[in-house]
């Protein structure tokens, strides 16, 4: 049952970070793989992740709408109403600015990953850090394969010391702007999901530390 859960927090973290990108071809099949992967391990999400999949557009019109609200939530050009870097957050994890991105950059360089791992973005951006949840997991379930139990305590190490400090601490806050400021209900959807998520992914993460804990 733990590989099970792992190999779909892999996936539902891979799917999750393609949905905030701009929306392109790849998205329909981000959403899906979203919606199979997080019903196995925070079922409570399925709902607004299923209700993602009937607001996808349906037409160009509808997809450029899409975009524009994109724009507008993540990107400007004038206020950004939800913005997806960590940095912006920083008071929740008492680093300051630029310490939350240095801090970021060096857990990916410790990690083996020499560039921020997304599409250019800085290191505290939503896509960058989800994205190296997805990195952090794969890596972990792999030396799981291997039965390399140095490599798993190692790779589990990683995630559990990156998380609550960076995406754990102010991914909930930026995914309530999302929620409060999107029009369109795939990015309100969107917004619910990533929270749910991300609070399954601490619960789960606490509950460990305890477990080793009292062991």
């Not at 349906?58 to 724009?71: I, M, N, T």
Request: hydrophobic share 40%.
């Amino acid at each position: 049952m733990l590989e099970l859960d792992i190999i779909a927090r892999v996936e539902t973290y891979k799917a999750l970070t393609g949905c905030f990108f701009p929306p392109d071809e790849q998205l329909p099949q981000n959403v899906e793989n979203l919606a199979a992967h997080s019903l196995t391990w925070v079922p409570e999400v399925n709902a607004s992740a299923l209700a993602m999949l009937e607001s996808l557009p349906g037409d160009e019109q509808s997809r450029e709408a899409l975009r524009v609200e994109h724009a507008r939530l993540f990107l400007g050009p004038f206020e950004v109403l939800a913005p997806p870097f960590g940095s912006v957050y920083f008071q929740v994890n008492k680093m300051l600015s630029h310490e939350s991105i240095d801090d970021a950059a060096a857990r990916y360089r410790e990690a083996g990953v020499t560039n921020a791992p997304d599409r250019g973005n800085p290191p505290d951006h939503v896509t960058a850090e989800l994205e190296f949840m997805y990195y952090l997991l794969f890596q972990e379930h792999a030396a799981q394969c291997r039965d390399d139990a140095s490599a798993v305590r190692e790779w589990r190490d990683r995630r559990t010391e990156f998380f609550p400090i960076h995406l754990g601490a102010w991914g909930p806050l930026f995914a309530d702007r999302v929620i409060s400021s999107a029009q369109s209900p795939f990015y309100k959807y969107l917004g619910l999901v990533t929270k749910g998520i991300l609070e399954a992914e601490m619960y789960l993460m606490t509950g460990a530390v305890e477990s080793e804990q009292t062991g």
